[in-house]
């Protein structure tokens, strides 16, 4: 089984254009951009890195998430709770069906796994 290796990625050029976010609080939309990993082992889960330019919108991943945060700085507000702030060097775990308002102050780069 092959090691998969993104040298430098939290500058790597090789993410693809996404277009807008699906649910933008902000105009214009901020867009994002990402490059998957077939993980082989993985089985559903789904791997790679993640970009998101300035703006907000809401949280649409039903999914469990786990992510670590490699540029940019944001806010994340839980649907009834209070904002947190994450920056670069951050490690985040979402259980299922967490919902709320991402406000992207820095453009925001992330390796994520999301798990079926």
Not at 54 to 61: C, L, S, T
Not at 83 to 98: C, H, S, V, Y
Request: glycine share 10%.
């Amino acid at each position: 089984m092959p090691i998969t290796i993104i040298p430098h990625s939290v500058s790597c050029n090789d993410l693809t254009d996404d277009g807008p976010v699906g649910r933008p609080l902000s105009q214009p939309p901020c867009r994002t951009s990402s490059l998957e990993v077939d993980l082989e082992g993985a089985g559903q889960n789904r791997t790679g890195l993640w970009e998101c330019a300035v703006g907000a919108y809401e949280r649409q991943v039903a999914e469990a998430e786990v992510m670590h945060i490699l540029a940019g700085e944001c806010l994340f507000t839980p649907t009834g709770g209070t904002p947190i702030r994450i920056k670069a060097g951050d490690t985040l775990f979402f259980p299922a069906n967490t919902t709320g308002i991402w406000e992207i102050l820095e453009p925001l780069r992330k390796v994520y796994v999301i798990l079926q």
